[in-house]
């Protein structure tokens, strides 16, 4: 089994409110804006088949940060696994995020194209906030939703923009998004 590590980084900003329920489980589209209103962010996160080139079982390896003046700071893992290869090209995933008392459990997700880190990154920020602040986890939701879309009634928008960023000695471009609420 052939490992590879990356690193992510999110630049989210928001300032919403939320309480938790479950992502409906191997839902490609469930963070996903309508598809007539889609910006190229949420196209980026959610429409993207991710996992088309990989061909073999493989284990992504995230690096997770978290800082902040109110909250404990946190340097962990996530690993998303590819268990399984279909013949029709999509992927049977499994996550471990995080570790400790910070653990997070996921349902595995079956005949994935595209890489369900991204739902479980936002699905923690709902947790979060709504341990933080004791709203309600629609709201947040729809408002993650919105400014993805760029359909924010808060004037908040989705921004992309590309980037160069280093891994392994050698030098890649990418797409910094940042939502602003």
Known sequence: MRKINILIAFLVS???????????????????????????????LFVRK??????????FYYDFKRSGSLLDAIEDKVVVKIVKILPSGKKDVT????????????????RRSQNPIF???????????QRYTGGNSLFFRNRIRQTLAGKSKLGGAAK??????????????????????
Do not use: C
Request: aromatic residues 16%; charged residues 30%.
């Open 160 to 181: 992309t923009k590309p980037v160069k960023f280093q891994f392994e000695g050698k030098e890649y471009d990418g797409t910094e998004i940042r939502l602003l609420p």
């Open 95 to 110: 996550t471990r995020f995080l570790s400790g008392r910070y653990k997070k459990r996921y349902a595995a997700q079956y």
């Open 50 to 59: 991710h996992l088309d080139e990989v061909t073999e079982a493989t284990q």
């Open 14 to 44: 928001s300032i919403f409110l939320g309480s938790y329920s479950h992502a409906e489980e191997n839902d490609d589209t469930f963070w996903m804006a309508d598809e007539e209103d889609l910006s190229f962010a949420n196209e980026l």
């Open 119 to 129: 739902m479980w990154f936002f699905e923690r920020d709902v947790v979060e906030m």
